[in-house]
């Protein structure tokens, strides 16, 4: 069993990275990728806590890149060297912007939410799972699931569009960090299955080197679909949860869709060397 594909509370999970990794042990992971969005600020301990254990650790990230329609989202995994990466400051810059407007937005509304009760929720990136949070602790949702579909998805009163960067940019850059660029749960992409394959295709001819079929969002047909797809183009094909602790509490670590196993299988060799 491996998982390449987890969030920590860099980002929007709930667990420290050497938590990720005591539970990947738990479970006899083979591998585990810790892949925060749009930073490597968990990557350090994450190396530190796999140290002398039996599971093997994967420096990853997940970067949302610029696309109509619905939410691309490109893995980096193997991270090699990301000390030096001005594109992520970038990144979060437009992060706060978005999340100023947000809680101006509310405060409007009468909410009184401040930056800094934000700041309380994660070790790194700001965005809307902690609003989401936030909306649930004070008791304007029931459920963080609640507070996305009452308030902060497109068109709702909490909606605010963020800049994101162009997909070629997060290629260079996961390529300059001597990784792989993976396209995450390609089935987000709202569009019917052979529109989705054309684009796959041209992210391909872009510079991406996989596809993430397994996922605990795709359903296993879906999947067998993504494989012979990626089979055919001879691409890289990878597995993960997308595990993120309390905040998708009906994601587990190293499992997919129906909880199945997530298979050594999809571990492509190359993130071994
Ligand atoms: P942002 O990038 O700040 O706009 O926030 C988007 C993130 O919110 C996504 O990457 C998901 O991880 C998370 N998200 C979206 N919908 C939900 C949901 N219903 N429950 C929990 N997290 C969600
Ligand atoms: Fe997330
Ligand atoms: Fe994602
Ligand atoms: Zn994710």
Redesign the pocket.
Known sequence: MIDLHTHSHFS?GTFSPSELIEKSENLFLKAIAITD?DTTGGLAEGLKAAENKNVRFIPGIEL?VTHKPGELHILGLGLKNWENAPILQEINKK?KVRNTKIIELMNVQGLNIRYDDLKLLTKGTI???HF?SWLVSNGHANS??DA?TKYLTWGKPFYMP?ETISLESAIDFIHYCGAYAVVAHPLNIPVNFNALLEKLDNWIASGIDGIEAVHSGTKRNMTKRLLKYGKEKGCMITGGSDF?GG??PFVKLGKTAKLGIISDEFLPEELLR
Do not use: E, L, T, Y
């Open positions: 929007d969005h949302s992060r965005g809307r799972p989401a963080m699931n996305f963020r993120h905040n998708k």
